[in-house]
């Protein structure tokens, strides 16, 4: 029923920036975290960058000082900026949503969006 749109993807030079954006069907506000991870041809999904309902951010090391979370808990959407971006940020970049379930006990789920291709070209 949650749903995650990604969007903002597409191909870009070494150096170039994008912006991707994750409409919510959610209240992002009520989440405990809003994340973007990202996932390589070949490769494991990783955590690219995490904001918590508070806003506090982290970020993975191959992309700190160049990828910005942000957040529009009013338009209940999550942004990622990239900047300066490297061929080896090629993904597809997936929205992540932590909520809390509250059932017989309060757990926490994750939901995951489609997906939007990022292409960085040398």
């Known amino acids: 029923q949650v749903q995650l749109v990604e969007s903002g993807g597409g191909l870009v030079q070494a150096g170039g920036s994008l912006r991707l954006s994750c409409a919510a069907s959610?209240?992002?506000?009520?989440?405990?975290?809003m994340a973007w991870y990202r996932q390589a041809p070949g490769k494991q999904r990783e955590l690219v960058a995490r904001i918590t309902r508070g806003g506090s951010t982290n970020y993975a090391d191959a992309v700190k000082g160049r990828f910005t979370i942000s957040k529009d808990n009013a338009k209940n959407t999550v942004y990622l900026q990239m900047n300066s971006l490297k061929p080896e940020d090629t993904a597809v970049y997936y929205c992540?949503?932590?909520?809390?379930?509250?059932?017989?006990?309060?757990?926490?789920?994750?939901?995951w969006g489609q997906g939007t291709q990022v292409t960085v070209s040398s």
């Open positions: 992540n949503a932590n909520a809390d379930v509250r059932r017989t006990v309060t757990i926490s789920a994750n939901y």
């Open positions: 959610l209240s992002i506000a009520s989440t405990n975290s």
